[in-house]
């Protein structure tokens, strides 16, 4: 008789947890400090201010059956300032705003007022590699990120992914997705995205999609003379 | 009494017209305008402290990450002028 009430209680809450049209899920950004030379006395404090910021740092996916939004969580008692060095941090970290439009299977790097068309088609090696995060049986599934700096250097950047198939939305934060599930943990270099809340709506929940003017990447760096 | 109003107001109307077919010989002298070019000093600036930031910590920046980082730091020194 337990038994069965419990296994009842179970499929109850598979049930719900399958009836819902858009989630919203907060992601925690764990990051490692930059380390402070005593010496360099002319960037100290914007790099305690940098570490200050990291430290605090929580990001936002809203995805309904349009696409998704993923933001970072503004601090309101922020001064203009450290308005700044958070926008500067999240670049020494390589976490961006994005958004993608499912209708036409397009992400956008959301940057200075712009939408910046950015590369979706992820090579993702599935492992059967498992973790519990929060209640949920992730696997493991990893990513070479290959890309050139503007000094001519080839980078092979590792991206570690940890994805629930019990969630059906196959997005991720910072513009990672193509799972067969929602990412709970991302890891790469010296930045960890956590998911530490996850909310379950039954209708289609509004976004807001950034409707600035689209671009491609050789578009915008030509405006800021970078290539 | 109305034909003269017409007569006058015709009149004038056609002395107006033939005074727009006249072609006049206007002087002109071309003024010469200094164009001076201000430096944004804070563009090299954000270029150079980019420069700084990336080689202190290593970093490895996408051509778009590294534009943004200039871009905001360019911010930065504008905000601090």
Known sequence: MKKSIILLFLISQFCFSQNYKSIMVTYKAVLESIKIDPTNVNQNDLFTDINKS???????????????????????????????????????????????????DKLFTITNNLNVISNHSYEWDLTSETKKIDN???????????????????????????????????????????????????EYDKTKLVAKEIQFFKEDIKIDFPKNREITEEEYLKRIKIN | ?????????????????????????????????????????????????AAVVIGMFALELTPLQEGTLILALYDACDAGR
Do not use: H
């Not at chain 1, 060095?85 to 976490?95: C, G, M, Q």
């Not at chain 2, 004038?12 to 002087?27: D, H, L, Q, R, T």
């Not at chain 2, 200094?34 to 000093?41: L, S, T």
């Open chain 1, 54 to 104: 990291a430290s605090s740092k929580s990001f936002i996916l809203k995805a309904n059956s349009n696409g998704f939004v993923f933001e970072e969580e503004l601090i309101m008692e922020e001064d203009d300032n450290m308005k700044r060095v958070s926008k500067i941090a999240n670049i020494l970290f390589s976490i961006n705003n994005y958004s993608y439009d499912k209708e036409r």
């Open chain 1, 136 to 186: 949920y049986t992730c696997y493991k599934a990893t990513y070479i990120y290959n890309f050139i700096t503007t000094k001519g250097k080839e980078v092979n950047r590792l991206i570690t992914a940890w994805y629930t198939p019990d969630i059906s939305f196959s997005y991720g934060p910072n513009g990672y997705m193509g799972l067969p599930g929602l990412i709970l943990e991302l």
């Open chain 2, 1 to 49: 009494m109305k034909k003269l109003m017409f007569s006058a107001v015709a009149l004038v109307a056609f002395s107006f017209a033939g005074m727009a077919n006249e072609v006049k010989e206007i002087e002109t002298t071309k003024s010469k305008e200094e164009v001076v070019v201000v430096e944004d000093e804070c563009v090299q600036a954000s270029f150079d402290a």
